[in-house]
C-alpha cells in the first residue's frame, strides 16, 4: 500500500521549481506511463481548483499556492493512505472548502486520510474518526460527536488543568 504524506510546510518537500513537474515527479516514481500522469494531472488539478498554478515557478507562490500544489502532487499519485499535516495552514476559506470536497470525494473511493490539525472544527467537519493526543496521551477516540461532548478532551483543548 503506498502512502502519500503532505507535510506542514510544503517549501520542505518539494523536489522541482516547476509547479505541474512538482505535480509529476511522484508519479514518474512509480512509474507511469506519460499519458497516465496527463490525464492525472488534469483530473486532480480540476477537482482541486488549480489549473492556474500549473507550468509557473514554485518559490514565487503565495504560502497557501504552495500547500494546493503539494497537495495535488501527492493525490496525484493515487495513494491508498494520506497523512496530511496541519494542510489548511496557508490556504484561503474558499480553497479549504475545495479541499474538503477533495478530501470527501478521495474518501468515497476508498482512500484512508490521517488529518491532523490542532483546528477542532476542521477536524469534526471532515472526518469520520477522531483520535485527540494531549502531549502523546491518548485523550479520545472514536466518532466525531463522541469526542464533541467529552469534556476532558475541550479542556485539553482549550488548556485548561483539571
Known amino acids: 500500500t503506498m502512502v502519500g504524506s503532505v507535510f506542514q510546510d510544503p517549501r520542505s518537500q518539494f523536489f522541482t521549481t516547476n509547479t505541474t513537474d512538482e ?4 508519479m ?3 512509474p507511469l506511463e506519460r499519458p497516465v500522469m496527463q490525464q ?5 488539478c480540476s477537482q482541486m481548483n488549480i489549473e492556474r498554478l500549473l507550468d509557473r515557478r514554485i518559490f514565487p507562490l503565495s504560502s497557501g499556492e504552495k500547500q494546493l500544489i503539494a497537495i495535488a502532487s501527492v ?3 493515487e495513494p491508498k493512505v494520506i497523512v496530511m499535516d496541519e494542510p489548511t495552514a496557508a490556504i ?5 472548502e ?3 470536497e477533495h478530501i470527501r470525494s478521495l474518501t468515497a473511493k476508498g482512500v484512508a486520510i490521517i488529518y491532523i490539525s490542532h483546528r477542532m472544527d476542521e477536524i469534526f467537519s471532515i472526518c469520520d474518526r477522531v483520535s485527540v493526543l494531549n502531549f502523546g496521551t491518548l485523550l479520545a477516540d472514536g466518532e466525531p ?12 483543548y482549550l488548556g485548561v488543568d483539571e
Open 98 to 100: 475545495l479541499l474538503f
Open 92 to 96: 484561503t476559506d474558499r480553497e479549504v
Open 145 to 156: 460527536s463522541e469526542i464533541q461532548s467529552n469534556p476532558e478532551v475541550i479542556a485539553a
Open 23 to 26: 505535480i509529476v515527479l511522484g
Open 40 to 44: 492525472r494531472v488534469k483530473a486532480v
Open 75 to 77: 493525490c496525484a499519485m
Open 28 to 30: 514518474e516514481n512509480i
